[in-house]
Structure formats: C-alpha cells, structure tokens
C-alpha cells in the first residue's frame, strides 16, 4: 500500500538566506521519510528539473519499475544496476555486477559470471537467483511487462547452477541478447528485481514496490528514496552501497538528489540562471540560446555553441496508428510525408539549430554504414522530400477529393481530422508548425499535448503522433524489433520500447529474426538490413522527421566534470539507466 507522507517544514540546505531563498523558490521541503538526513550542504546537493504532468509528478509512490506508470527517468535510474552499463559517447562497455561472460558456439547460450560482493540495500545479497527470477517473471507475465514479449520469444531456459554464475540458453541463436537487455544504455536494458521481495508478490502487474516503513522502494545502486510527493522526490546517498565497501567504485559525490517536476521552459531557465537548478530537462533552442549569456557557469554539451547539444539516440517521427483507416493505407502515408518540408520545419521551429532524419535512426557513426548502405533506396523512397504535387497525385489516386476549403474528403464527405499529439512540452515548438504543413497539404490537421498522451498513444486512442524512436546505437537491429509482429498491440498498455505503430509484415519479421542469429558487426547484416528497410520503405509506418538534440543546461556553480563534447564519457541525460555514470564523474566546486 502507498503510504502518504508528512511534508515539514522548509529544507535547510546550507542555512542563511541563499538557502532560505532557494528553499523558498523551489518550494522544497524536508523529507519525511525516518533516516533522512536533516541538512545537506548546497554543494553537495545535486538539483534538477524533470518530469511530471502540469507540474505534478504522475508516477509519486510506484517503485516497481514493471507497473504501469512507472518511470526510471525520475531519480529511479540511481537505484537499478545493470549486469553492464554501455557508454554510446564513450564506446565503452563496463561491468557492474556481472565480471564477464562467455558464449557457446553458436550463440545459443551464454555463461554470465556475477560478482560476489553485491548487496540489495536492504543487505540482502545479490545472486545469480535474483537474475534467474527476473527473466522467468518477465516470461511469466510476457507480454504485459517491458521487454517480456522479447524475453519469451528468446530465452528458452535461465538456470543458476551455483549464487555467481547464471547460464541462459536461447530458443535460437542471439548474440545481442546481453548487449540489447543486460545492458543499461539510454533508456534501454531489463531491471533485476529481488527475488526475495518479488518471489512473494501474487501480481507483480499490480506490485507497488513502495512502503517507506518497509524501505521500499530499493535496489542495489548507491541511492533510495527518503521522501517522495507529487511535487518533490528526494533520494540520499547510501553509505553503505556495496560498491564503495567493495572498494570497486567511489562513493558519488551528490549526498543528496532533488527531483522536481518540470512544468516549462521559462521557470526552468530562471532557476537555472539563478543557480538554483544544477540540470533541468532538455530546453528549446530559443530558451537555452536566452539563458547561455546570463549565466557564463552555465554550458551544453556544445558549451555556448550550436547546436547547443548532442544528437540523442531518439529521431523523431510522425507516427500513425496503422490500424486505423485511412492511416492503415502506406499511399496516405506517404501523402503526409510529402507534405511536410523538414529543413522549414527546423529553421522555423529550432532557429536552425537541428538535423532533418531520413530514417528513424540516429547520427551516430557505428550506424553510418548502414544508412550509407541503401542510398538508392532512400532516393526510391525519398523520406525527406516536400512536394505537395506527390501529395495530391496520391490523394487522388486513392480516390479523395478537396472540399471548398481544400481539405481532403473521401467518398463519404467526410474529412481526413489529422489531430497531431505531442509528447507534452518538448513538442511544443514543432507541433503546430507541423500542423500547419499539413493543413496546407489539405488534411484538417491541428495539434494538442494532453497530459495522458502516454496512455493514449499505447492504448491506440491516438492516431497521429510525434515520438522518438528509443532503439538502435551501435547496429540497427533493436529498432526495427519494434515494428515486429509480436510487438504488435491492439489494446492496452506496456508497449514494448516504442512498438506504438500497429504496423504488421510478415516478410519483415522474417528478416528482423534472421539479423538476430547474426552477430553484431557481421558483413551479413548489410544485406538483411536491406531487405528489412526496402519493406519498411515502401510501407513508412511512420515519417522520419527529425534528429532529436538533448540541449541540456549544466550548472558549473556547484558541480563540474559534466560529460561535453570535450569530455564525453557519457550522454548528459540525467533522466537516463545511464545516470550513475555521470553522478560517479560530477565533482563539487569546493
């Protein structure tokens, strides 16, 4: 049962007024939850802005990572640990709490060897059971949780044959399965839960995880939460995290992180000009090129040029519920994509700080050679291309025609409603841009960002969409699994990754499954990518639009040693399974 907390009083972070002005800009409070230190100095308090629906959080008191609603991105990140972390930026694999591992063969099964010193922060040991009851739950309640279906579908059995050391076979050849799930990378990688608490659960599905009485929620990472509302979520060191007592890693610097929801663009700039954020989310081109000259402490990833960020692994698309009519039709797909001129699109909305896509990867250059490698398709396909004359040829061709205000009718006389959902404020300068393209196209297009759009787009509620594709890094496999069949979703929640399309092929899924027996960097995978991407050309589920670009602000006042394109150890998304990896880099400036 979720416990409501006592707010008390305001939070003294170094005492004077400095600290009684920020508490009272942010309208910080003191955690309640018992063991929660009282006082933490401002330098060694690590504050930032993110999250939340009209400046609430949504997802306050659901520490289970599996429920519907939940989110590591939140604070949560600091407590999961992964058998491995990979660094994109820093082409770096690191074991945690696995020491290695060894593949048969023929990659049908894999030997993991865990570390022994690990604890759960309730003192528990971490074992090779924890791992075990993870991938047997996932196939349990497959395809309900995330990554279940893929879970299913690829293992076959998962044994501890003794505390260290976990053996999986699989159902067919996989050599990425530790890279594509064990691995915590951007936002993707599966959580190990404790078997201990879990193994007692009767529904996982419906399992809070969150009893501040009880500890929880927990993990094995250096942080917990110690208080937790709508408004603020604060997560304090743990002394005793087994990494540190291990002696295998330092303990972070930050005793404290405060999480507070992100409501817009305009009170985030002030705080952080103001030095009262240490990071907020991603800001708009217009926002963060506003903020740069009032605070010279603050940088981006590009310090004070453009683009003022990196390329995160996160294209943008304008996605369609393929099931539903006329989106179920590739023709009115590809009629949308005419219709949108992409460079106007950036030079409109970003200032022209930004980056067309013609696929729904990112720029990153392990991926270069496979997007170079079908040139010709694309100029086939052309994904990128604005011309309203493809436009009408294949509205017309369909049979549509334009009423008296240009908007394109079906034989019915009804009209295309083309209602474009954004993913809240992040979409708020290309929304209605986009919008306007469209109408000039004839569709009767206008644009919204309701708090629930979540929710709507995994149930199918939504139609037109703007979202990212969270997938591929380093090999283009794990994006095209997200318009496979068996992530296919008529109803309901827990869409794995961003399988949101309802877009089904067969012969895809017949390639897709052939590249997954295929080791990564294997010349094969050349020609299957091929063949995947002329199918998934020709039908375009979604239109490419945009590189995405994380133009995050970082406060140098209080921390240094942010990852920049000087100093790239690691994508700066705090929100990020990657977060650790800058809280163990992040120094205090005194």
């Known amino acids: 049962m979720v416990r409501q907390q006592t707010r008390q009083g305001f939070l003294r972070l170094t005492g004077g007024t400095a600290a009684a002005a920020m508490a009272s800009a942010?309208?910080?409070?003191?955690?309640?939850?018992?063991?929660?230190?009282?006082?933490?100095?401002?330098?060694?308090?690590?504050?930032?802005?993110?999250?939340?629906?009209?400046?609430?959080?949504?997802?306050?008191?659901?520490?289970?990572?599996?429920?519907?609603?939940?989110?590591?991105?939140?604070?949560?990140?600091?407590?999961?640990?992964?058998?491995?972390?990979?660094?994109?930026?820093?082409n770096d694999t690191i074991p945690w709490l696995a020491t290695g591992h060894t593949w048969n063969e023929d990659y049908t099964a894999v030997t993991i060897n865990l570390r022994s010193d690990v604890t759960w922060a309730d003192g528990m040991p971490f074992t090779a059971r924890d791992v075990v009851f993870t991938l047997n739950m996932l196939q349990q309640y497959a395809p309900r949780l995330r990554n279940s279906a893929d879970v299913r579908d690829y293992v076959a059995s998962a044994e501890a044959p003794d505390d260290w050391t976990v053996e999986i076979t699989f159902t067919r050849p996989n050599p990425r399965f530790i890279f594509d799930y064990l691995s915590f990378k951007f936002d993707t990688g599966i959580y190990i839960m404790p078997e201990h608490i879990f193994s007692q659960v009767d529904d996982v599905t419906s399992f809070q995880f969150y009893d501040p009485a009880?500890?929880?929620?927990?993990?094995?990472?250096?942080?917990?939460?110690?208080?937790?509302?709508?408004?603020?979520?604060?997560?304090?060191?743990?002394?005793d995290w087994w990494a540190a007592t291990a002696g295998f890693a330092q303990l972070p610097k930050a005793e404290r992180l405060i999480f507070l929801p992100f409501s817009d663009d305009n009170r985030a700039a002030q705080l952080m000009v103001t030095d009262q954020l240490d990071a907020a989310l991603d800001l708009r081109p217009g926002t963060i090129k506003a903020v740069l000259p009032q605070n010279k402490k603050?940088?981006?990833?590009?310090f004070d040029r453009p683009p003022y960020g990196y390329v995160d692994w996160w294209p943008n698309s304008l996605w369609?519920?393929?099931?539903?009519?006329?989106?179920?039709?590739?023709?009115?797909?590809?009629?949308?994509?005419?219709?949108?001129?992409?460079?106007?699109?950036?030079?409109?909305?970003?200032?022209?700080?930004?980056?067309?896509?013609?696929?729904?990867?990112?720029?990153?250059?392990?991926?270069?050679?496979?997007?170079?490698?079908?040139?010709?398709?694309?100029?086939?396909?052309?994904?990128?291309?604005?011309?309203?004359?493809?436009?009408?040829?294949?509205m017309q061709g369909k049979g549509y025609t334009k009423d008296r205000e240009g908007f394109w009718v079906g034989r019915d006389g009804k009209r295309i409603v083309t209602d474009i959902m954004g993913a809240g404020a992040i979409h708020a300068d290309i929304g209605p841009i986009l919008a306007e393209m469209l109408r000039r196209g004839g569709f009767d297009a206008g644009y919204s960002q309701p708090t629930d759009a979540g929710t709507r787009r995994a149930s199918g509620e939504a139609k037109v969409f703007i979202m990212g594709h969270g997938g591929s890094i380093a090999d283009p496999h794990l994006t095209l699994t997200y318009f496979h069949?068996?992530?296919?979703?008529?109803?309901?929640?827990?869409?794995?990754?961003?399988?949101?399309?309802?877009?089904?092929?067969?012969?895809?899924?017949?390639?897709?499954?052939?590249?997954?027996?295929?080791?990564?960097?294997?010349?094969?995978?050349?020609?299957?990518?091929?063949?995947a991407m002329e199918i998934w050309l020709r039908e375009l589920p979604n239109a490419p639009l945009i590189q995405w670009f994380h133009r995050i602000p970082m406060n140098q006042t209080y921390w240094t040693n942010w990852p920049t394109m000087l100093n790239p150890y690691v994508n700066g998304a705090f929100w990020h399974l990657t977060f650790p990896l800058i809280l163990q880099r992040l120094q205090p400036t005194q």
């Open 26 to 90: 942010l309208g910080l409070l003191t955690p309640a939850a018992a063991g929660a230190q009282a006082s933490v100095p401002r330098n060694r308090t690590f504050t930032v802005m993110f999250g939340g629906g009209q400046g609430q959080f949504i997802d306050t008191g659901i520490g289970n990572p599996y429920v519907i609603g939940a989110t590591h991105q939140i604070g949560n990140a600091s407590m999961w640990e992964p058998l491995y972390y990979y660094s994109a930026f820093g």
């Open 485 to 531: 069949s068996r992530n296919y979703r008529p109803t309901g929640q827990n869409v794995p990754g961003n399988a949101l399309s309802r877009w089904r092929n067969s012969g895809f899924d017949a390639i897709v499954d052939e590249m997954s027996t295929v080791p990564m960097g294997d010349p094969q995978l050349l020609d299957l990518f091929r063949g």
């Open 214 to 239: 009880q500890g929880w929620p927990f993990g094995t990472g250096a942080y917990r939460v110690t208080s937790w509302t709508p408004t603020q979520k604060f997560m304090d060191l743990r002394p």
């Open 320 to 394: 369609f519920n393929c099931d539903e009519a006329p989106w179920n039709d590739a023709d009115v797909r590809w009629a949308v994509s005419y219709a949108i001129d992409r460079e106007q699109l950036i030079q409109v909305a970003y200032e022209g700080a930004g980056q067309a896509t013609k696929l729904p990867y990112p720029d990153y250059p392990a991926l270069r050679p496979f997007v170079d490698s079908i040139r010709d398709l694309l100029d086939q396909y052309p994904t990128n291309k604005a011309d309203l004359a493809q436009t009408n040829r294949l």
């Open 298 to 302: 603050i940088i981006t990833h590009s």
